[in-house]
């Protein structure tokens, strides 16, 4: 499979972690916050591969994980209506609300079905017009365009039963809040395909305003490894920069007709993230333009303020404060079958990494 | 134990191996460690038995259909504890409405399977259930083989030793691959082909030459990693696989780079995993090479003295990790 | 996030196109991209052609890795 193979060439991958070896001088602590690199980090066992001197945290990047609860919530009551069909992304469908799961609902009779697309949700709608068809909008600026995509076509089409419930949310501000939290990282592993869309140049703000430097990642294991590299150069030559590996899909302006349909559907809006609370900002909402798509605005729900486990430290491992291992609920009540929080649930969180790959 | 049975408990996952030995295991006071087939003493005749379900959704897939995979499934079972598989049972449970056409398809395809794996269908049951009481069809079928006099029973593992290779018959994924296609609600489409198929002939080929053959599972439901998880438990020995040995058809990768899916989670149902004496794999290497059913028979990995019920993977990147069981249905992420 | 693979565009119809990962075949809107033939590498995310790769960069991602020197295990 071509440009997947070769980055996986055992002697590239080798050589790097060699490199790396014999480049470092200190300890380094760097933050990936990208779901996708959790679980390439963990599947190619990168980590067995760098020196102890570098650690690699796992920051907010799977947008399950981030998920309030009542985002969830709210799915649930949707799917609990008549003629309603949940449709949503495999990555939800385990993830905690307050009491319930949209998997639990579904073994109790609610149409909830999984789909790989936006545009499948919308073959769903145009095939079965008597139901209202509720897309979960869930991900960051990688997966927000095709949401806008498909509203877009929606409206073209004219199809008059499909609503979106979105909970998508954008990279640098959770970024900027982790820095202004004080969490001590020495740099930033960017979100390669997020940065497909947006260029390299949101995460500007990194040097210029905290001097901590970043190298935009793919997710290949000599991406990785060559990215953790470039890091550690730029800290032995205290040289911070927006620096992309991923060049063979990343430019400093990004994909500029993604951007446009994004901007065309949808504006930014604070967002509630499971682990920090409300970030001004951070969130996407239809454009009034769109709100006969907006779900909330069409058919308004309301479901009851939640008080979660207060074991649960999910918010801590979010911001990479805390490790899986130091919550007393993890492998106890916490586990990928029963999770508590949605650190356990999506097969990126940390805590589901962890628990899979670390004995 | 959750309080209502889910999708995941029908999984072969971590969940289904609970709900089965902390429920019905327990109720029915059935011998463990559990295994394919019960092997059974009677009047100086040492016999397996088994039994199993099929539920597949859809019910006809590029390779197979239900009918097929009951027929090959129950086979399998029997041959994987050493047994030669002698007789069927199959019963079907009907939902109104059912085309009769695609019963006699069914039904023409295990007689088909059948007779390529020498076995009789002695026996079974009808029954038909108003319409939405059951998916379209339900198989069940039981199995009875005999084993030869002197052959040590390998079920449950004690013979399986550190140093011991482990070797499966092909490349891993094709079934479950080709049945989710078949669905049809994905925007996906592939050539792969369902690898159903009776591997008793291939099996016994290897058990009347070799006589260190000391474990066999067939891959079905949950994929290899059910069946490493299951080893390192029976065994309470460590695994070392090699993620570059284990053969995966392009396509079937490519599906799970796209979906998220691991291969190594993935149902089978033509292949088994043999662990072989360290003395004798390489001759058994050869005699399933030679087999229709076996040329791309690998060795994976191998049982070993250290991190003792633990499954160590040798990434191909270079890199190791540790496996664990898979938890519940696969699902496609975009994450 | 973003589960993103790297698939070849088989055919075209339209804003729709056929694109293979290791011959598994799927479906996905090119909405977001332009000047897409057959032949052409694109991202798939999600149903989406999220970007073209440059096939120049991987090479020179490549072959830059390829230059390193190698150390001998010390």
């Known amino acids: 499979m071509k440009y997947i193979e070769e980055y996986r060439d055992k002697g590239l991958i080798l050589k790097l972690s060699d490199h790396i070896k014999k480049s470092v001088t200190r300890n380094y602590d760097f933050m990936e916050v990208c779901g996708g690199h959790t679980s390439a980090i963990h599947r190619f066992g990168i980590p067995s591969l760098l020196p102890p001197e570098i650690s690699l945290i796992s920051g907010p990047g799977c947008p399950v994980c981030v998920t309030a609860t009542d985002f969830i919530d709210k799915a649930i009551a949707y799917s609990q209506r008549e003629n309603v069909t949940i449709v949503t992304f495999g990555d939800l469908i385990r993830v905690p609300g ?70 998508h949310k954008v990279m640098p501000p959770v970024m900027d809040a982790i820095v202004k939290d004080g969490i001590k990282i020495d740099g930033f592993i960017c979100p390669g395909h997020v940065a497909t869309i947006t260029g390299s140049h949101i995460f500007n703000f990194l040097p210029e305003k905290y001097k901590l430097g970043c190298v935009i990642a793919g997710f290949e294991p000599t991406d990785l490894l060559q990215s953790v590299l470039m890091l550690v150069r730029q800290i032995n030559t205290k040289s911070p920069d927006v620096e992309i590996q991923y060049s063979r899909a990343v430019t400093p302006d990004g994909n500029l007709i993604a951007q446009n349909q994004l901007s065309e559907v949808f504006e930014p809006c604070n967002a509630n993230w499971r682990g920090f609370g409300n970030i001004s900002a951070s969130g996407l909402r239809l454009r009034k333009e769109y709100a006969a798509f907006d779900a909330e605005k069409r058919i308004p729900v309301i479901i009851q303020k939640h008080r979660g486990n207060p074991s649960c430290i999910c918010g801590d491992i979010l911001r990479g404060l805390k490790k899986p291992d130091d919550c007393s609920l993890f492998r106890k009540a916490c586990t990928p079958e029963n999770p508590v929080g949605a650190c356990m649930v999506s097969s990126e969180g940390a805590c589901n990494s962890y628990f899979k790959y670390h004995s | 134990m959750s309080e209502i049975v889910t999708l995941n408990h029908g999984s072969g996952g971590k969940q289904a191996h609970e709900l089965i030995v902390n429920l019905f295991v327990k109720k029915f006071g059935m011998p463990q460690p559990l295994t394919d087939s019960a092997v059974l003493i009677e009047q100086g005749c040492t016999f397996a038995f088994t039994t199993d379900s099929y539920v597949v959704d859809p019910l006809f897939f590029p390779g ?160 290899l990693s059910a069946v490493l998880y ?80 633990n499954i160590i993977l040798n990434a191909s990147s270079g890199g190791k990790r540790i496996l664990d069981i898979p938890s519940g249905v696969q699902l496609p992420r975009i994450c | 996030m973003c589960l993103s693979v790297p698939a070849l565009v088989v055919s075209i119809d339209g804003q729709m196109a056929d694109v293979s990962v290791g011959g598994a075949l799927f479906k996905a809107g090119l909405h977001m991209v332009e000047n897409v033939k057959a032949g052409d590498y694109i991202l798939l995310h999600a149903g989406f052609a999220i970007q073209k790769i440059s096939d120049e960069e991987a090479h020179e991602t490549l072959s830059l890795l390829n230059e390193m020197k190698n150390y001998e295990n010390e």
């Open chain 2, 64 to 223: 197979g259909n239900i009918g097929k995979l009951a027929l090959c499934g129950t086979v399998n079972d029997l041959s994987v504890s050493g047994a030669v598989p002698k007789y069927i049972s199959a019963s079907f449970i009907i939902e109104e409405g059912f085309p009769v056409k695609d019963l006699e398809k069914i039904a023409g395809s295990m007689a088909e399977e059948a007779d390529k794996a020498v076995v009789k269908i002695v026996t079974g049951d009808t029954k038909v259930v108003e319409k939405g009481k059951c998916d379209k069809l339900f198989i069940t079928t039981s199995g009875m083989g005999f084993i030869k006099p002197g052959f040590e029973p390998i079920s449950t593992g004690k013979k399986i030793r550190p140093g011991d290779k482990i070797i499966v018959n092909g490349q891993l994924g094709d079934h479950a691959i080709a049945v989710l296609g078949a669905r049809n609600n994905m925007s996906f489409s592939s050539s792969v082909v369902s690898d159903c198929t009776s591997l008793n002939h291939m099996i016994q080929s290897v058990l009347s030459e070799c006589n260190q053959v000391h474990f066999m599972r067939d891959l079905t439901r949950g994929g």
């Open chain 1, 98 to 167: 307050s009491s319930s799961s949209l998997e639990k609902e579904k073994t109790k009779g609610a149409d909830i079905r999984i789909v790989f697309s936006g545009l499948e949700a919308l073959n769903i709608a145009k095939s079965e017009p008597d139901k209202t068809v509720i897309f979960l909008g869930i991900g960051f600026e990688t997966t927000a365009p095709g949401t806008a995509v498909t509203v877009r076509t929606a409206r073209e089409e004219g199809l008059e039963n499909f609503l979106l419930l979105s909970a």
């Open chain 2, 230 to 309: 299951e080893l390192a438990q029976l065994s309470g020995f460590g695994i070392t696989i090699d993620e570059i040995s284990v053969p995966v058809d392009d396509p079937v990768r490519g599906l799970c780079e796209v979906l998220g899916f691991d291969p190594f989670n993935l149902a089978n149902e033509g292949k088994v995993l043999i662990v072989a004496g360290r003395n004798e794999y390489e001759k058994i290497l050869d005699i399933l090479h030679s087999h229709p059913l076996g040329r791309k028979s690998a060795l994976i990995g191998e049982v070993t003295n250290l991190n003792k019920g």
